[in-house]
């Protein structure tokens, strides 16, 4: 009888555990395509804030999202091993080759993504402190702005400035490009493999 009872409850709490994950199913293929979105270096700041609400109702926390991310990297690392492992199989060693080659591209181009991704994300969080920089000159010296807009005469100087720090932003742009492209290379080189030029996506 007593361990009937519990059976009982333990068909219970199976029963509940399902309801409560098909309640979730939304949020759960929410907070997936999040983090698909994310290893890409493709999510949004509208990603960021909707992931805060999945998170709640799925009661995960950041080292969860970071596992999934892991979880990720994990798949995409294991599915190209496995289908060069098939290809090695049928005995074809260019066709090995060539998989080796798209897997470890794949990898470096998959890791500039997630720094685009980054760095657009800095950007627009630079944005805003920028502006509210201005706006606190603007109060601490009104003199030298009319109305909103800084004094025209100070138009070429900021041009000449914002030209400066572009220039310099796309140099380092290019730079971080290089080392990545020269990193791949480097290990392309070591397995006999041809090497990149870029890793644009096109």
Same mark, same amino acid.
């Given at each position: 009888?007593?361990?009937?009872?519990?059976?009982?409850?333990?068909?219970?709490?199976?029963?509940d555990k399902q309801l409560l994950t098909d309640a979730l199913a939304e949020e759960r293929k929410t907070y997936f395509a999040i983090a698909k979105r994310d290893y890409l270096g493709k999510a949004t700041a509208e990603d960021a804030d909707q992931l805060i609400g999945v998170m709640q109702a799925l009661d995960l926390t950041e080292a969860d999202f970071a596992k999934t991310r892991q979880a990720?990297?994990?798949?995409?690392?294991a599915v190209a091993q496995s289908q060069i492992n098939k290809i090695n199989a049928n005995g074809s060693h260019e066709r090995v080759l060539s998989a080796q080659r798209d897997f470890l591209v794949f990898a470096?181009?998959?890791?500039?993504?997630?720094? &685009?991704?980054n760095v657009e994300r800095r950007k627009h969080a630079a944005m805003t402190e920028a502006? *509210? %920089? =201005?706006q606190r000159l603007a109060?601490?010296?009104?003199?030298?702005?009319?109305?909103?807009?800084?004094?025209?005469?100070?138009?070429?100087? &900021?041009?000449?400035?914002?030209?400066?720090?572009d220039a310099?932003?796309?140099?380092?742009? *290019? %730079? =971080?490009?290089?080392?990545?492209?020269d990193q791949v290379n480097t290990i392309l080189r070591q397995q006999g493999l041809d090497s990149v030029t870029t890793l644009e996506t096109k």
């Open positions: 009888m007593t361990t009937s009872v519990l059976d009982r409850i333990a068909e219970i709490r199976s029963e990720i990297e994990e798949v995409c690392e470096a181009k998959s890791k500039r993504a997630q720094r &685009i991704g502006q *509210a %920089r =201005v109060d601490e010296n009104p003199e030298l702005f009319d109305g909103t807009e800084v004094n025209a005469v100070f138009s070429t100087v &900021i041009t000449g400035i914002r030209k400066r720090l310099s932003e796309k140099e380092s742009e *290019a %730079r =971080v490009d290089a080392m990545h492209v």
